[in-house]
């Protein structure tokens, strides 16, 4: 496949996203080559770790390929969208749960399903042209593949300031949320890379490990954590009008353009994980629920006509008055009973 390279080299299984024009956007396709490539290396014993990284030094992997999605969508064809979703999901878990190490290099944008296939593994490792970030409440989706359980786990009420405001993480910052583990000049990769493939000792990349250059969010955490307390969005916006800050002014103006619907079910969710035994398949459960409905009952074509297709940036929203009724969070995260996502291979 053109949009992919996926072989054995030494004692590693090498993925390489090779769609740089695109930057490396996922496709169904390319999800299914790396899900297959995955198990039948869980079973060698000859390899001893996976490497994934992407061509270009713009993007790791800056999404998935929404305009297929797109397409059957606004043709009421809802179901390839969640065979998209559902198999998607599944290899999120899957690298999640490898038994083998898996290490990623991020360079770039890596954002949406890029954070599915690259920071779901042991050794994620990131330099100085990282942007990781959860946009999906821009065209009308909640963080996904896996991230929710990411967002829900990163400190204090950093989660729903993230997810909500779908803000951008360079290294320390994607370090410090609980998104990468590890920054490395990226100068330094190629070689890494080759070393891996020979020692498979993941143990090289500490040893190669440097301090990131300063982030911004470790010095924002109490404005996020006063400002994030609230158990709703409405709780969330009543009390960044309350506050008179630059923060604040500028946390409600990026709230303003992103998805009503979407954003209140990003804070049900997270306050959902938090509150339990928190794992990748009920985090990944949870976002199924809404993205398998996201077609017909949320804002997502809708978000995706505004951003990509008309390109007008004037989204018609849901709840434009930004005011979400608690019952329309229920129905987007409602149980789907037999249409929930299962993990087993079919």
């Known amino acids: 496949m053109s949009d992919i390279h996926i072989r054995v080299i030494g004692l590693a299984g090498r993925i390489t996203l090779t769609r740089g024009k695109a930057l490396n956007a996922l496709s169904y396709d390319m999800c299914m080559a790396i899900d297959a490539a995955l198990r039948s290396w869980a079973r060698d014993e000859a390899i001893k770790l996976v490497v994934i990284d992407a061509e270009g030094d713009k993007a790791f992997c800056a999404g998935g390929d929404i305009a297929e999605l797109y397409d059957t969508g606004t043709a009421g064809d809802y179901a390839y969208g969640q065979r998209f979703w559902r198999d998607e999901y599944r290899l999120n878990a899957y690298i999640f749960e490898y038994p083998k190490p898996v290490v990623s290099f991020l360079q770039g944008f890596t954002m949406g399903g890029g954070v599915g296939i690259g920071c779901h593994g042991t050794h994620r490792v990131v330099g100085d042209s990282s ?37 951008r993480m360079k290294a320390a910052d994607a370090i410090y949320a609980g998104f990468a583990d590890l920054y490395i000049p990226e100068d330094q990769w190629p070689g890494l890379i080759a070393e891996l493939e020979q020692q498979a000792d993941p143990a090289i990349l500490e040893a190669a490990a440097r301090p990131a250059p300063a982030g911004s969010l470790a010095a924002q955490q109490e404005d996020i954590d006063r400002c994030f307390a609230g158990e709703t969005l409405d709780d969330i916006l009543s009390l960044l009008r309350a506050e008179d800050s630059e923060f604040a002014r500028k946390t409600l103006k990026t709230l303003g353009r992103n998805a009503p619907l979407a954003m209140a079910c990003t804070v049900e969710l997270l306050h959902r994980l938090r509150g339990s035994t928190i794992g ?42 930004q005011s979400v009724p608690t019952s329309a969070v229920s129905q987007m995260l409602m149980p789907l009973g037999a249409q929930a996502l299962t993990f087993e291979e079919e």
């Open 280 to 321: 990748i398949r009920k985090a990944l459960d949870h976002e199924y629920r809404y993205t398998h409905r996201a077609m017909e009952k949320g804002d997502f074509l809708e978000g995706i006509r505004a951003q990509i297709i008309d390109k007008d940036r004037q989204p018609k929203w849901q709840y434009a008055d």
């Open 131 to 167: 942007q990781i970030a959860m946009p999906e409440v821009g065209i009308g989706l909640i963080p996904d593949v896996g991230g929710s359980l990411m967002l829900a786990l990163a400190p204090g009420r950093l989660g729903e300031y993230l997810g909500t405001s779908a803000g």
